[in-house]
Nanobody
Framework: QVQLVESGGGLVQAGGSLRLSCAAS????????MGWYRQAPGKQRELVAS???????NYADSVQGRFIISRDNVKNTVYLQMNSMKPEDTAVYYC???????????WGQGTQVTVSS
């Protein structure tokens, strides 16, 4: 059973950058979709970015052009490079792994990201 551990969160000023990492306990090569989600206080969890095992990516409109998702199938790690950060990016960021056959989904424990104005 794959376990996910996020790291790299912290406090950054508006306009700054952070890189989040999501390390999997097993191989992610066969995992169909790896994604980053976030949840701000009082709001629902939302998709930030996702990457297929073929490399196709998808971004929320709010982060398009600022964030970059990537995956390293050798290191079994997914990254989220966050640039030009805004206070509204403040949230707990969660890593997700989704396999289609058989179907299962795993979540990490989350990492706090705070952007000060």
């Amino acid at each position: 059973q794959v376990q996910l551990v996020e790291s790299g969160g912290g406090l950054v000023q508006a306009g700054g950058s952070l890189r989040l990492s999501c390390a999997a306990s097993g191989s992610i090569r066969s995992i169909n979709v790896m994604g980053w989600y976030r949840q701000a206080p009082g709001k629902q969890r939302e998709l930030v970015a996702s990457i297929m095992n073929g490399g196709n990516t998808n971004y929320a409109d709010s982060v398009q052009g600022r964030f970059i998702i990537s995956r390293d199938n050798v290191k079994n790690t997914v990254y989220l490079q966050m640039n030009s950060m805004k206070p509204e990016d403040t949230a707990v960021y969660y890593c997700n792994a989704e396999k289609w056959l058989p179907r299962w989904s795993r979540w990490g424990q989350g990492t706090q990201v705070t952007v000060s104005s």
